[in-house]
């Protein structure tokens, strides 16, 4: 059951939250104090083209009815707030040695360094793609992509917010220094990069975007979702919404590559060629290239298959597995065993393990299953247009630099070769330079209503009910 709580967000307060900020005033003053500082990031990390205005979704409430609000919004104006689901006083612990307990309120003691870093990790990622995503709007191939680039990146920066506000409430002078910490790491800075790989890799075109929202976005979604199990309540709740939020996110990127393989596909049929190029479209192998690099170094932010972390995380109660609560076993795992992959002398295999230590195989695997979903919707539009050629995931093992693959070559089908002759085969496999910058060749904006870059076909529905021709954004 849960209670009403504050489920309506005002938007006349500085911060907009629904945590009652106001009766703590303490708190308010330091968060207060942080967003000057979050302004200014944003100003100079986030977004580099300026825009009059963007058509943009709003968070109003945190109920299942009508949580948000759509409107043209001055973008430094956007009003980043605080928000979590509603509290179910009644809510237990639902794995782990505390399991049945009623969830916390508060930090554990001896459980908020580790809290605090699972916080961290999550928040840093947050301004991480903002920063990675700032030149795209430069080259947006329609000012649909444009409202949706702005759209994801000030939601992105409402999840630093959501971090932000976890470090501040519950980790004292710590959480505040962390929370400056967040501002100053930079995406592929070399003296200060962001904590995970995937997060210092450049996002340079929309084909990139696209690939980057439906894989490493997705890689959000299974780790919120693990979160959003957490015996902390807060973080929890917190996770909860980001959630929905997130949805949208990873909607962009499958849609967007449905388009992208859509035009290929056209163009393919058109003058009856792979070689799309000459036609102003991206080629399947390029495709099949971006996808390669994306779904390997997204595997790689689960951590390594086998991880005392992740086992520790889950028996404390901070971290639980996906859809926990529709799994049918004693939420401890103290006496089980599961099969891990494993490389041993050169041969791909498995051995078995104590389950705990093998949960971020678990979470991948759910995950790979999930992206496996995009790969049959792309392969349906190739076959719909009467082609013969398929994308396909690659092994699991291929290109990896975390867990049991680091430094074992594998092929995309799963093949172990000798690194060297990996090496030299890697044009083949992963994006080249010479394909980087034939897409990059294609990327021009395209800002005029109704009108579609030449590599991508127009989405089949607008946002929010309005047509594709409608003017999301206002340009200076
Ligand atoms: N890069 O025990 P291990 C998102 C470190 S995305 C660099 O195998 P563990 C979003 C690891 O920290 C979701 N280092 O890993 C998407 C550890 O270091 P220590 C983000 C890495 O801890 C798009 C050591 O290697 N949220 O929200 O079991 C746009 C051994 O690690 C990497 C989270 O990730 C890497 N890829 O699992 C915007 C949730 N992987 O301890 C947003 C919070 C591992 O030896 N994080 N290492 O110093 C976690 O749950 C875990 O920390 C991880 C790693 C799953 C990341």
């Given amino acids: 059951m849960s209670t009403p709580a504050t489920t309506s967000i005002d938007y006349t307060e500085r911060i907009p939250n629904n945590v009652d900020l106001a009766s703590d005033r303490r708190l308010q003053r330091a968060l207060e104090a942080w967003q000057p500082k979050f302004l200014h990031w944003w100003n100079d990390m986030g977004p580099t083209l300026h825009t009059e205005d963007v058509y943009l979704r709003t968070a109003v409430a945190v109920g299942r009815e009508g949580w948000a609000n759509f409107g043209h919004v001055h973008l430094p104006e956007y009003r980043w707030g605080i928000f979590l689901a509603e509290r179910n006083p009644d809510r237990t612990i639902g794995f782990g040695a505390h399991r049945g307990e009623p969830a916390w309120q508060q930090v554990p003691g001896e459980f908020r360094s580790a809290l605090q870093r699972l916080i961290v990790i999550q928040g840093d990622t947050e301004p991480a793609s903002v920063e990675q995503q700032r030149h795209l709007g430069l080259t947006a191939p329609s000012l649909y992509d444009l409202r949706n680039l702005f759209q994801v990146n000030v939601e992105e920066g409402r999840h630093l917010w959501a971090m932000v506000y976890l470090l501040h409430a519950y980790f004292g002078r710590q959480g505040r220094e962390e929370a400056e910490s967040l501002l100053l790491r930079n995406s592929g800075s070399a003296d200060s990069p962001r904590i995970l790989g995937a997060f210092n890799e450049p996002t340079p075109d929309w084909l990139a975007f696209y690939m980057f929202t439906y894989f490493t976005d997705r890689d959000g979604k299974y780790q919120l979702g693990t979160l959003k199990e957490s015996a902390f309540d807060p973080l929890s709740r917190t996770c909860e919404f980001m959630l929905k939020e997130e949805a949208h996110h990873m909607f962009v990127g499958t849609t967007g590559i449905d388009r992208v393989v859509t035009r290929t596909a056209q163009l393919m049929r058109a003058h009856d060629t792979a070689d799309v190029r000459p036609f102003g479209g991206i080629p399947l192998e390029v495709i099949q290239r971006y996808l390669n690099f994306h779904f390997s170094v997204s595997l790689d932010l689960f951590g390594s298959e086998t991880s005392t972390n992740v086992a520790n995380y889950y028996t404390a109660g901070l971290k639980g597995r996906w859809q926990e609560g529709r799994r049918r076993d004693d939420h401890q795992l103290t006496a089980s065993t599961g099969v891990v992959d ?113 590599w991508v076909a127009p989405p089949s529905t607008g946002i929010n009910g309005q047509p594709f021709e409608y003017e999301y954004v206002h340009l200076r």
């Fill in 342 to 454: 494993a490389v041993v002398h050169g041969r791909l295999t498995e051995v078995e393990a104590p389950t705990l230590l093998v949960l971020n195989q678990d979470l991948r695997t759910e995950y790979i299953s999930d992206c496996g979903n995009g790969v049959v919707r792309w392969n349906r539009i190739l076959a719909a247009a009467g082609l013969d050629d398929r994308l396909q995931l690659p092994h699991r093992g291929f290109n990896r630099k975390v867990g049991v693959y680091a430094g074992t070559g594998v092929t995309p089908d799963g093949q172990v070769i000798p690194e060297e002759e990996w090496e030299r085969q890697r044009d083949r496999w992963l994006p080249s330079p010479d394909d980087l910058a034939n897409v990059a060749s294609l990327m021009h904006p395209v800002l005029e209503p109704g009108k579609i870059a030449s």
